[in-house]
């Protein structure tokens, strides 16, 4: 019987850990957020009970965060507006009472996004739109522009619909009249919110 001493195999990405261990953390990541996830929705339906509205509870993961939306029919959509208000302020404001109730049961801080009926999805396309028209403009006048003030979410939406468009923006003043500046290209200057 021949004996072949192996090799150890290098199965590290230079930080030390193995890939083993990425999957297994990547795992308790994927899991953490579908926990977080589970206790919105929990908290979300109770919420819909007592408003006596009708509406589904979609969890999702997207961009390493729990994803939540509370859906509709035709019939029932125009009900749950009343989640979203003016300008989607109720909508903020629920959603920051969702992540307190989730950071209540979990200890951690969450980065949970809530949609209602459609709201930020609709937003998103059309800031999307919007970002393509700047971008657009900043390439033919080779000029700066800066965009109307605008909530932390629909920032990073612009930012990162300029970033895909390959040029570069930053965000200024204080909330809440903080907004997207949109460099011209060879601006050498890093994106930031």
């Not at 509709?72 to 909508?91: H, I, Y």
């Not at 959603?95 to 989730?102: D, M």
């Not at 396309?125 to 000029?143: I, K, N, Q, W």
């Amino acid at each position: 019987m021949d004996v072949v001493a192996s090799t150890p195999v290098d199965d590290t990405d230079g930080s030390g850990e193995t890939r083993t261990e990425q999957a297994r953390r990547k795992g308790t990541a994927r899991s953490r957020l579908e926990e977080e996830g589970d206790i919105a929705a929990d908290y979300l339906e109770e919420l819909l009970d007592i408003a006596d509205l009708d509406g589904d509870i979609d969890i999702d993961i997207e961009n390493g965060r729990a994803s939540v939306a509370i859906v509709a029919d035709e019939k029932s959509t125009p009900a749950l507006s009343r989640l979203v208000g003016p300008g989607g302020e109720v909508l903020e404001a629920l959603q920051e009472l969702t992540r307190l109730a989730v950071q209540a049961q979990t200890g951690d801080r969450t980065r949970l996004m809530l949609d209602v009926a459609g709201h930020r999805s609709t937003k998103r396309s059309s800031l999307v739109r919007l970002a393509d028209e700047v971008v657009a403009r900043v390439r033919e006048r080779g000029t700066a522009e800066r965009l109307q003030p605008m909530p932390a979410f629909e920032r990073k939406v612009v930012h990162d619909a300029i970033a895909a468009a390959g040029l570069v923006s930053e965000s200024e003043g204080e909330e809440p009249n903080r907004r997207v500046v949109v460099l011209p290209p060879g601006a050498d200057q890093e994106g930031s919110d």
